[in-house]
């Protein structure tokens, strides 16, 4: 029974990437036709969804993502030729490792779509939100990136508000 409410008023965090030739101008063409989509959606932009790399994708449900899409070319109509063929094997390579670390790789998707389909780009939110509803949160929401809980663990006294920086500290000194 608890489970049911914790469903119904769960609203999920969900990133998509997507390029900005077919990608952006699905985004926009809904945008201009006022097609209705969840709010719920942080957008990434991408210069081809080729560049989509499983880092990224990972990394989308590391910072707290309850689920991740990309909206590309349809097949055989990328720009950059194959772009979207790769980033297809990327994402079934990222989907495979969520599902061996438990995540679940139906938390990830891909979709195909045209700049002039603004309601296939609507639809593709909907699908994600009600999917990621009915799955949950993000199980690892709550932990910091050694996949502890937050609150179960103090900072080091050598550590600093930068200990969990990901890319180059600063010199110190």
Do not use: W
């Amino acid at each position: 029974m608890s489970d049911q409410r914790v469903t119904l008023t769960f609203e999920p965090e969900i990133t998509a990437f997507y390029c900005i030739y077919c990608g952006y101008m699905a985004a926009d063409t809904a945008g201009a036709l006022h097609v209705q989509y969840p709010a719920n959606v942080k957008f990434v932009r991408m210069p081809c969804s080729g560049k989509t790399d499983v880092r990224y994708l990972l990394e989308a449900f590391e910072q707290g993502a309850d689920g991740v899409y990309v909206v590309a070319c349809p097949i055989g109509n990328c720009h950059h030729v194959r772009g979207n063929e790769r980033g297809r094997l990327r994402l079934n390579r990222a989907k495979k490792i969520l599902d061996e670390i438990g995540l679940g790789g139906e938390r990830l998707d891909m979709f195909f779509m045209s700049g002039s389909q603004a309601q296939a780009y609507a639809n593709a939110a909907q699908v994600m939100t009600e999917r990621i509803r009915k799955l949950g949160p993000n199980p690892l929401k709550g932990r910091n990136g050694n996949g502890r809980m937050k609150d179960d663990v103090k900072p080091l006294p050598e550590e600093d508000e930068e200990a969990d920086f990901r890319g180059r500290r600063p010199k110190k000194g």
